[in-house]
């Protein structure tokens, strides 16, 4: 019987502070988005910044790259038709690929 009373008292006190720990800790933070991409025409390139614009209709998207960017599919250059794969970092848009497409035949 007293063997009873301790387990029934241990879980008590177990769910008490379970639920006191559970009410005090912070559900986590949204978390980040680490892959985004746009696709469309590069405009305002601008080599010495290593930054450039990605015309995808209406919505432009000022992108940064840097010396881990993979550029395959050519060489970049305005007009070139893209897709870049990117993750904002610091408020910045870094490309992390640039997949140019292969210009169509006429």
């Known amino acids: 019987m ?3 009373r ?3 008292l241990s879980l008590a006190v177990l769910l008490i502070v379970s639920s006191v720990f559970a009410a005090t800790t912070k559900a986590p933070a949204a978390a980040k988005s680490h892959g985004k991409s746009v696709h469309g025409t590069v405009a305002k390139l601008d080599e010495g910044a290593k930054t450039f614009d990605v015309n995808a209709g209406k919505k432009s998207t ?3 790259w840097n010396d881990a960017t993979k550029v395959t599919g050519g060489t970049l250059k ?3 038709t893209v897709t870049v794969k990117y993750m904002v970092h610091d408020g910045k848009n870094v490309a992390t690929s640039v997949m140019i497409a292969a210009a169509k035949k006429k």
């Open 2 to 4: 007293k063997s009873s």
């Open 62 to 64: 000022m992108v940064q």
């Open 6 to 8: 301790i387990i029934i």
């Open 78 to 80: 305005d007009g070139e």
